[in-house]
């Protein structure tokens, strides 16, 4: 994947790398130098929405940024932590439930074999898919519903990353891992969550470990928030 393009300047390369990887990432202590790679050589301005004028500074900063249709690009030094408990390998195929701008997406492609990602709308679904393909990325597949569902084409997943904080965890994601899969999930009220990973053993057990608070969005669907309470 050409995660980096002709339109890249040196300047955003810059505060890529430092600003953001260096001073937020690596200072919290994110280790993986797969990770690291991965964004610094995605371009996170890429996926704000368009400004007048030039790039948008909160592209670096250290902070969740709307996207538009109420929902947000996750703070970089979350997207570095969740993607590191993943440990994907090469040959992984992913699941990314809560595609928004395609940033995190971009970050699995650039790491995994395979990434299927879904998201409830079809708006930001369309602008992420045009965003990857601008970027020539093109191991990902774009789906459109309701993630809590999983993605039953293409299971079992032997990652599954979701993106929007779930009341409690869905019972179709679980059953959509692989033997050695791992599922990180934000669980808890609308307002503040645990970052739950949870794996499932050769042997079919399934354990659950709680990584950090963290507040996401809800995830909205038959196996998350009412559409009507979130
Ligand atoms: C925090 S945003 C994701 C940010 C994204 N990872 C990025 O890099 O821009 C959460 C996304 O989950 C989506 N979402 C919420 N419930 C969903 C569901 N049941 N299925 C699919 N997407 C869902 C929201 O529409 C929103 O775009």
Redesign the pocket.
């Known amino acids: 994947m050409s995660a980096t393009s002709d339109r890249d300047t040196p300047d955003f390369d810059r505060l890529r790398r430092e600003q953001m990887v260096r001073e937020q990432v690596e200072r919290r202590g994110v280790r993986d130098d797969r990770v690291l790679d991965a964004m610094r050589a995605v371009p996170r301005e890429r ?1 704000l929405p368009k400004r007048r004028g030039g790039s948008d500074p909160r592209a670096w900063a250290d902070a969740a940024v709307p ?1 538009g249709r109420g ?4 703070q970089p030094y979350m ?1 570095a932590r969740m993607t590191e408990a993943l440990a994907l390998r090469d040959e992984d195929r992913v699941l990314e ?8 997406t971009a970050v699995l492609a650039f790491l995994a074999r395979e990434v299927c990602t ?4 079809p708006v ?1 679904s369309e602008e992420a898919r045009q965003r990857l393909h601008a970027l020539g990325v093109e191991n990902v597949r774009f789906e459109v519903g ?3 569902l999983g993605v039953s084409e293409g299971a079992p997943w032997d990652a599954i990353l979701v ?2 904080g779930a009341p409690s965890l869905p019972l179709p994601l679980v059953a959509q891992l692989a033997p050695g899969g791992r599922l990180l999930i934000p669980v808890g009220t609308r307002e503040l969550q645990d970052l739950q990973l949870v794996t499932l053993d050769e042997e079919g057990e399934l354990r659950t470990r709680t990584l950090l608070a963290c507040r ?2 809800p ?3 038959e196996h ?1 928030w009412s559409r009507f309470n979130a």
């Open positions: 996926f996207i929902q947000t690009l996750s997207v439930i809560g595609t928004g701008s395609g940033y995190q879904i998201e409830r709308d930001l309701d993630g809590t993106t929007a996401f969005v995830l909205v669907g998350g």
